[in-house]
């Protein structure tokens, strides 16, 4: 298996400009979490789906952020616009949840620059 | 409150020497617990997780955890450290399936 998948690894942006991060989780894997680590806050879930449904959206910063799962085997989180303060790592991660014992399998994540 | 604190933000250790990161939580349910790993880059991966049963677990890498209730505490030892074992720990507590809470992390610093 190749793991969950993110795309980009890196972007560079500019103030102002819409980014979109791309999440593959891994086959048959029914739960799929965003989180943000930067130095300040650490590591800090974003957003949750099981089942394609978004089921708690509370670490969501504020209502530039977004994000969506329109399939089981794609998602994207949305930001519009980008902030300096955006900048920070952004993974994805996985599971099926009590089948796995709720073991996340993490993305290699996506490091956002905002300029 | 559900929270994981972890107190310990930089530890440096002699390669060779034994290891203790330490992790305390706070969960009104049944806690399910995990150890997780970040190599410079990359992202988290799981090292050992506890859900019941013997209260020392093992995992992989040669690390182990032992889960004390009565002190709220899921410490991560290794008996003796390795240069490559440099990295982020994070322990992690949450339900059997759904949403976890992450401790801020323990950045482990090998001398050689």
């Known amino acids: 298996d190749a793991g969950v998948i993110q795309s980009p690894r890196h972007e560079v942006t500019e103030m102002g400009q819409e980014v979109t991060l791309r999440c593959k989780p891994i086959?048959?894997?029914?739960?799929l979490f965003w989180y943000r680590q930067t130095m300040m806050r650490g590591l800090e879930l974003l957003i949750y789906?099981?089942?394609?449904?978004?089921?708690?959206d509370s670490g969501m910063p504020e209502d530039r952020f977004s994000a969506k799962m329109p399939n089981a085997s794609f998602s994207t989180l949305k930001i519009q616009p980008s902030e300096p303060r955006d900048s920070a790592v952004y993974f994805c991660a996985s599971t099926s949840g009590p089948t796995l014992g709720n073991e996340q399998f993490f993305g290699p994540g996506t490091r956002l620059t905002v300029l | 409150a559900q929270s994981v604190t972890q107190p310990d933000i930089h530890i440096t250790v002699s390669e060779g020497a034994s290891l203790e990161l330490r992790c305390n939580y706070s969960?009104?349910?049944?806690?399910?617990l995990f150890w997780y790993v970040q190599s410079p880059g990359q992202g988290l991966q799981l090292l050992l997780k506890y859900f019941s049963g013997d209260t020392l677990v093992q995992g992989i890498k040669g690390f182990e955890a032992e889960f004390k209730r009565s002190q709220s505490s899921f410490n991560l030892r290794k008996p003796s450290v390795h240069w490559s074992d440099a990295a982020e720990y994070f322990c992690a507590v949450g339900p059997l399936s759904g949403k976890l809470i992450f401790g801020q992390g323990t950045t482990l610093q090998v001398k050689p």
């Open positions: 969960y009104g349910a049944t806690p399910y």
């Open positions: 789906f099981n089942n394609n449904v978004p089921i708690d």
């Open positions: 086959s048959g894997h029914d739960y």
